[in-house]
């Protein structure tokens, strides 16, 4: 398990955008969390616990699935390859689609020569991350209509120094709308994060948002 050396959960957005009597929350929380090993090792172990796969950062077309609203990367890292520092990026290129079919997006891999190389690959073949980022986003759609249900994970990861000491940074933003009660946002994430000592993700941030 991580040491963690400080730990942050904050409830950013909680509305009801249904009725008392068919509740549909949109419920947004922050974490922050300073922990002493290097983003390199973190990416090791959370590529072991399926947080880092071939599902949240697809090498495939996939449907009502990209990085985040404002289509950011699905993944992107500063690495070290062959002792040179790149920065590696999987995009989410739209391929159109329609409300009946879903919206499909093709991931693109920059850069070019590492495109058959995926991030949970990296440690395999001797690839060092310095500093990453993780984005889900997907819109669920009914059929023929577009629904407003929706959910984001976004994670940032990199080594900072404060306090003359250096510590690996870690932010998340979880969001999830039309949830039929108080329930804890992009739980299933949150369950593969489950990496650090005495934090239990899902407890803590059911006493932020009063699901307790």
């Not at 159109?96 to 949970?120: C, D, F, M, Q, T």
């Not at 690839?127 to 759609?141: D, G, Q, S």
Request: charged residues 30%; proline residues 4%.
């Amino acid at each position: 398990m991580l040491n963690i050396k400080q730990k942050s959960i904050k409830l950013k957005e909680q509305k009801n955008y249904g009725s008392s009597l068919h509740p549909l929350y949109t419920i947004a929380v922050t974490i922050e969390i300073a922990a002493g090993e290097s983003p390199d090792m973190l990416h090791k172990i959370v590529s072991g616990t399926g947080l880092i796969t071939r599902e949240t950062v697809p090498f495939v077309v996939v449907p009502n699935f990209r990085g985040s609203a404002d289509n950011k990367p699905f993944y992107s890292a500063v690495i070290i390859h062959e002792g040179i520092i790149k920065e590696y990026e999987v995009l989410a290129r739209d391929t159109g689609g329609s409300i009946k079919s879903g919206i499909h997006y093709e991931p693109v891999v920059y850069p070019e020569e590492l495109r058959l190389i995926h991030p949970a690959e990296f440690a395999r073949v001797g690839i060092e991350v310095k500093e990453w980022k993780l984005r889900n986003y997907k819109h669920f759609f009914m059929r023929f209509i577009a629904s407003k249900r929706y959910e984001s994970f976004d994670m940032q990861v990199k080594r900072e120094t404060g306090g003359g000491a250096a510590f690996t940074a870690i932010k998340i933003n979880i969001i999830e709308s039309e949830l039929k009660a108080k329930k804890v946002p992009c739980l299933g994430y949150l369950k593969r994060l489950e990496v650090f000592e005495d934090l239990d993700f899902e407890e803590e941030v059911k006493r932020e948002i009063g699901a307790v």
